[in-house]
């Protein structure tokens, strides 16, 4: 299957929150109880087969009733001499069911979705609405996506699966965070990650600290209407996370857990011995150099003899993850409570990578008189990052006639000798390295509902957060390291929230309104100090003592806080469920601006929406179920730069002043104090719809968004001591389109196959620089074309034996590459290079099918990204003069194989030609098997819910590119060796990065790693 002949569109049919208020899970009610002789009890399954809890199960023509507990259960007398006993079971968000009794005892039924129930409410900024009355751009994660997954991260799990969202993996060393962009990149140098929302306070950490087993859902909020309620922060969309909350009945009690293999995939081959010395051969047969075996005399014994070394092995070992999971919830009508426990380990493809966290949450919720309701949530996470390792770019590159071992059992420190520009890629495993990160963060709240007033509410929040983090390592002898050098990095992120809050709704006659309003003030504190030192008389202490180095440790600290207070407002009114409008405005005052220009500025958006559905000529029609159209226009914004941006800073400098030394200041930075905001103006228009009793729904959107005052660094003159200064200048523009598509394609009782799909375009352009009216090339900035431009030659070949290149492209020989004259000037030179593409993709999207037969499910997800280009570091590599290993994939050109896609093993890419490469894929993301034992088997097992599942990840890629992964990012293997150096974002033909993430870790978090492949079994287990 080829990629491009894959067409997706369409996205997830998002999961809906009953609002409605329920009797309490298990209460049987009635005005009167005769006397009866028979009990029914059963049990109530969604689509999927999960029990259902709080579902309604009426006796026909009766007052007697229950509701299902936290696994759907329920339990019912029949009264007696009841004549044909019918039960009736609903749920809101649900198709209704009447189902006869006859002479059964014991009953299991399953309710279809009812997309079209106007009750169905969903999680929006700072409050929940009912989905029929959005006017705003709002995508529910479904609760699959976010189960059954083997992934250390819950964003990893969304990948692909929701339209207009770009989740990209770059890297799988294990606990890395993906970068996320909502709606295309609409920043160059400032942050384009997702403002995050837990449980309705910002949350200071990222999606690595939190257990995705406590996530209840997940809401994305996209367009200017929903996203400019948070002003500032809003920008590059909103993403919401509830967390689960307790529910009123008697405790229950869940284990939830999975384990499996790993296994590296999408892999390069280094040369084996035999084809590495063939290569040697040819490269002093093209370079008419002594012929040797092999390039280095310290390999000659291994050649000799016949021994081999197969260094990408050496640095392998199983992968692993597991994760388990514990809750209890429950409470009473004044008391409710959820506590869990988690612990997920992952051991890393290749040696000395590993990932370990655990987290504790407690969400408690209480009603303490009729007006008054409290709750709080305390979340703990440690995450552990120890561990030298082992560096897959020496291993790449290493002979395999290499020496791994001493004589004495110790690494080599260079294993062919006397090369040393390259070390053995074990020496990572002999370093001490620590990388610990903990988080912890209270949040409570009160909420006041004054008797005097139905409908007005006040709430109270209160967050606090503390994230410490300590990086430390060491390096001694064993890893080449003579003198011994250690570093200490700590630092500590401390953030409080407060946000007053209040709520007023009425609805009379066919109107409803309700209005919102907020107080709140923000407050970001960092510090961090970095201590170096060197020259260990042993290796024994490690970085325990830094004042034990001989050479004088050098310090250094940082510090900063930023302040943010806000005022806002929003007004939602609907007529009769038809005529929707809201109106947003938000202002914020900033910390982090200059004295020249206004800390304030305000963010308004208004949100129109019509429920044609609703109307008189479409209300019974049977085709139709569902049908809104909306549209919305607003503006949001962007900090974008430190608290300190806009003042001068200085830096120490040390000087001599009469022979003796002594420390000064010198200029380090100007500071701009007219710096303002980076401002998005977005307008959206969607329509919503069902279709044929919603076994057809889905949304179509059409969207376009201008950023303006984009934070650029403009030249000055040199004669002012600075090269530049940052300023707002420039702009930027996304437009796009995307589809979201839900079919129902087979409905039976005891079988059903539903596909979601979902499809996004993005067009980005740079609109304008400011410090320039024409192409900004050393930046690989181009005006009218998007960020992340890849710029350079048009290759058309190789030069063979026998071609004159001397007119054209003087001194190239062959097997050098060939150019393309675009310019019809006779020559080639850096005039012939060109626009070429985009590491942005055009389009992306995912398939999902989901197939169930009773007790048992199975979902195949397929994910593409297509239309991305970007520079292949794997093709340009650097052979430091024949003597590396290359991977069999790349190849090279010989007199004989006449190759026109890669050039000689002598050939030194004067231009510095950057090999853009196709890098779109087509990936089957994920499948999962589930099994869901019968009611009447767990009932004998005398437990509340047993389901089992295996799940597997990333199990096949369709791609052209040639490399590990086209999704991610990696060096150059040049035998430097990057064991802990961050993965450079920036390529040699792309100076912008859409990648970039502030929610960055220490460094050596993101080297060099080969995809995974996952393998998982699972069990989820209820006690009852």
């Known amino acids: 299957m080829q990629a491009k002949s894959i067409l997706l569109c369409g996205a997830l049919l998002p999961l809906a929150v009953a609002a409605a208020p329920k009797p309490r899970a298990g209460a049987t009610w009635a005005l009167h109880q005769p006397a009866a002789d028979a009990t029914v009890t059963g049990t109530v399954l969604d689509e999927k087969g999960t029990g259902m809890p709080g579902a309604t199960v009426v006796l026909k023509g009766t007052t007697l009733g229950t509701t299902t507990d936290a696994d759907g259960k329920f339990s019912l007398r029949i009264p007696d001499g009841t004549a044909t006993p019918t039960l009736v079971i609903s749920s809101i968000g649900y198709v209704r069911q009447e189902i006869v009794v006859g002479g059964r005892t014991t009953l299991s039924v399953k309710l279809a979705t009812n997309a079209q129930d ?19 751009s709002v995508v529910s994660v479904p609760t699959d996506r976010l189960e059954k997954i083997p992934v250390s991260n819950v964003a990893q799990a969304l990948e692909g699966a929701v339209a207009g969202v770009n989740i990209t993996t770059t890297s799988s060393v294990p606990g890395s965070q993906p970068n996320i962009q909502i709606r295309g990149v609409r920043s160059i140098t400032a942050s384009t990650n997702p403002y995050l929302i837990v449980d309705g306070v910002p949350f200071p950490g990222n999606l690595n600290d939190i ?8 809401e994305i909020l996209k367009d200017a209407s929903s996203t400019a309620i948070y002003g500032t922060r809003g920008s590059n969309g909103v993403i919401l996370v509830t967390t689960k909350r307790g529910k009123t009945g008697k405790p229950q009690i869940r284990y939830n857990g999975y384990a499996g293999p790993e296994y590296m995939v999408n892999k390069l081959h280094p040369l084996d011995g035999p084809a590495f010395s063939a290569k040697w051969q040819e490269f002093t047969r093209q370079r008419g150099i002594n012929l040797t075996p092999v390039p280095n005399t310290g390999e000659l014994d291994n050649y000799n003899a016949g021994r081999t070394v197969n260094w990408m092995d050496l640095i392998k070992q199983q992968g692993f993850i597991q994760d388990h999971n514990a809750s ?24 000395g990578y590993q990932f370990q966290r655990i987290s504790l949450r407690s969400n408690i919720d209480a009603t303490l008189t009729p007006w008054l309701r409290v709750g709080t949530s305390a979340f703990y996470s440690t995450s552990n990052d120890d561990g030298g390792r082992a560096d897959l770019s020496l291993a790449q590159v290493l002979s395999p006639y290499g020496s791994v071992y001493n004589a004495d059992g110790t690494y080599t420190i260079y294993p062919q000798p006397p090369e040393q520009l390259v070390k053995n890629a074990l020496l990572g495993l002999t370093t001490q390295r620590l990388d610990r990160i903990n988080q912890l963060t209270g949040t409570g709240y009160a909420e006041v509902e004054p008797t005097f007033l139905s409908g007005l509410k006040y709430r109270l929040n209160a967050t606090y957060s503390n994230r410490p983090g300590r990086y430390a390592s060491y390096t001694g002898r064993a890893s080449g390291d003579l003198r011994g050098t250690a570093q200490l990095i700590n630092d500590e992120r401390q953030n409080y929230t407060i946000e007053n809050l209040l709520f007023y709704n009425k609805t009379f006659d066919k109107h409803h309104f309700d209005v919102t309003a907020l107080y709140s003030a923000q407050q970001n504190n960092y510090f961090t100090t970095t201590e170096n030192a060197s020259g260990f008389i042993n290796d024994q202490i490690g970085f325990n003592s830094l004042g034990s180095g ?21 007004l939602n009114y609907n007529y009769d469920s038809r005529y929707l409008f809201t109106a947003t405005a938000r202002r914020d005052g900033s910390s982090v601006f200059g004295a020249n220009a206004s800390k304030y500025a305000t963010f308004p958006s208004v949100a129109v929406g019509w429920n044609i559905g609703n109307e008189a000529f479409l209300k019974d029609n049977a085709a139709v179920s569902v049908l809104k159209l909306r549209f919305s226009y607003g503006t949001t914004g962007n900090e974008g730069i430190s608290p300190y941006g806009t003042i001068t800073g200085s830096a120490l400098l040390q000087y001599a002043y009469n022979g003796v030394p002594a420390v000064g200041l010198r200029a ?9 905001w980076e401002q998005t103006t977005s307008s959206n228009v969607a329509l919503d719809f069902g279709f044929l009793k919603n076994r057809i729904t889905g949304t179509v959107e059409y969207y376009n968004a201008k950023t ?31 589809v979201s598509l839900t079919t129902a394609n087979v409905q039976t009782s005891s079988f059903t196959w539903e596909t979601t799909l979902n499809f996004s375009a993005n067009r980005n352009r740079l609109l304008e620089l400011g410090y320039t009216s024409t192409d900004d090339i050393g930046n690989r900035l ?17 030069w063979q034996t026998g071609e004159d290149a001397s007119k054209l492209d003087p001194g190239a020989k062959a097997g050098d590459l060939k150019f393309a004259d675009l310019n019809n000037d006779g020559k080639i030179d850096s005039n012939d290079r060109q626009y070429l593409g985009s590491s942005l993709p055009t389009w992306q999207g995912g398939i999902t099918n989901t197939f169930t037969y009773r007790g048992i499910s199975l979902r195949v997800f397929i994910q593409t990204v297509q239309g991305v280009l970007k520079s292949n570091q794997n093709l340009n590599f650097v052979d430091l003069g024949g003597r590396l290993n290359t991977p069999q994939e790349v190849g090279y050109w010989t007199a004989a194989n006449q190759s026109q896609d890669r050039p000689s093993l002598s050939y030194i890419n004067p231009r510095g030609y950057a090999y853009p490469s196709n890098a779109s894929f087509t990936r089957l993301k994920d499948v999962t098997l589930n099994y869901t034992f019968p009611a009447a088997l767990v009932d004998k097992l005398k437990l ?4 089992v599942y295996v799940s597997g990840r990333n199990l096949y890629t369709w791609t052209k590119w040639i490399g590990w992964d086209p999704e991610q990012n990696y060096t150059i293997g040049n035998g430097t060796g990057n064991i802990d150096n961050p993965i450079s974002l920036l390529s040699s033909s792309t100076s912008f990065s859409p990648t970039t993430s502030v929610n960055s870790s220490t460094a050596g978090s993101n080297p060099n790693f080969p995809q995974v492949r996952s393998f998982v079994f699972g069990l989820n287990l209820g006690l009852r």
């Open 668 to 676: 380090n930075n100007i500071g701009n104090t007219n710096l303002k």
């Open 118 to 136: 106007l009750n169905e409410v969903v999680v929006v900024g700072y409050g929940a609405q009912k989905r029929s009355d959005i006017t705003g």
């Open 211 to 218: 257990n995705p087993n406590d996530i209840g859902s997940i």
């Open 944 to 947: 509340g819910t047993l389901s």
């Open 782 to 798: 181009f005006l009218n074309r998007p960020l992340g431009a890849v710029y350079d030659y048009v290759k058309t070949g190789v």
């Open 328 to 351: 209890i919830s429950g409470g009473t009508d004044n008391v409710k409570y959820f506590v869990s426990g988690d612990y997920f380990k992952q051991k890393g493809i290749i040696q």
């Open 708 to 738: 303006s005052d984009l934070l650029l660094n403009r030249q000055i003159p040199i004669v002012t001591g600075y090269g530049n200064i940052l300023d707002n200048i420039g702009s930027v523009n996304n437009k796009g389109v995307e």
């Open 550 to 570: 001989s050479i004088t440790p050098t310090l250094s600290s940082y510090s900063e806080r930023r302040t943010l207070v806000s005022q806002m407002a929003r």
